[in-house]
T-cell receptor, first 111, second 114 residues
């Protein structure tokens, strides 16, 4: 699986958009980009995933660059409850593939 | 919506004892994954099952074993427990073996070894 690089920590003001970057320059054509978050020792929570196209759901938007070497997770209106560690994970498209968690980005939403 | 159920939520054991952790996947999910998260660490993959067969194996100690039953629930059996086994153990489930299906996690079992 391709390796991902994320900033160790980020801050964002409540109500503003939080933009979390992820670099996955060695991603291959059949690997998905997944985003999870973990709020203090709770189980990781699935946010969104994509292959090539930008994706949006009720939680967030995922913007994948055209060369697929990086992506950005966008939380449009961050709240205090969005404070968590956010993991960007690249996952092969075939088989029941495990998730390989890196260090993630510790996002703090400030009032 | 129904989520992944793990039991027990907390478990305290002593060294050299055994423990069994249980995981009940989301209804109709046929794939189960186990992860271990030590204090201050990121979750690490242990083992997974698809349709009751082991599908992948990670850094799972030989002292641990797991299986998936006909109703798709899974159990992680841990023997000769060591202090270093103290961790959060998460189970996740997904539908099918296609990686376009996300894994959904339970709330975990916190195992403490005294």
């Amino acid at each position: 699986d391709a390796k991902t690089t994320q900033p160790t920590s980020m801050d964002c003001a409540e109500g503003r958009a939080a933009n979390l970057p992820c670099n996955h320059s060695t991603i291959s054509g059949n690997e998905y980009v997944y985003w999870y978050r973990q709020i203090h020792s709770q189980g990781p929570q699935y946010i969104i995933h994509g292959l090539k196209n930008n994706e949006t759901n009720e939680m967030a938007s995922l913007i994948i660059t055209e060369d697929r070497k990086s992506s950005t997770l966008i939380l449009p209106h961050a709240t205090l409850r969005d404070t968590a560690v956010y993991y960007c994970i690249v996952r092969h498209s075939w088989g029941a593939q495990k998730l390989v968690f890196g260090q993630g980005t510790r996002l703090t939403i400030n009032p | 919506a129904a989520g992944v159920i793990q039991s027990p939520r907390h478990l305290i054991k002593e060294k050299r004892e055994t423990a069994t952790l249980k995981c009940y996947p989301i209804p109709r999910h046929d794939t189960v994954y186990w992860y271990q998260q030590g204090p201050g660490q990121d979750p690490q993959f242990l083992i997974s099952f698809y349709e009751k067969m082991q599908s992948d194996k990670g850094s799972i100690p030989d002292r641990f074993s797991a299986q998936q039953f006909s109703d798709y629930h899974s159990e992680l059996n841990m023997s000769s427990l060591e202090l270093g086994d103290s961790a959060l153990y998460f189970c996740a489930s997904s539908l099918g073996s296609n990686s376009n299906q996300p894994q959904h996690f339970g709330d975990g079992t916190r195992l403490s070894i005294l």
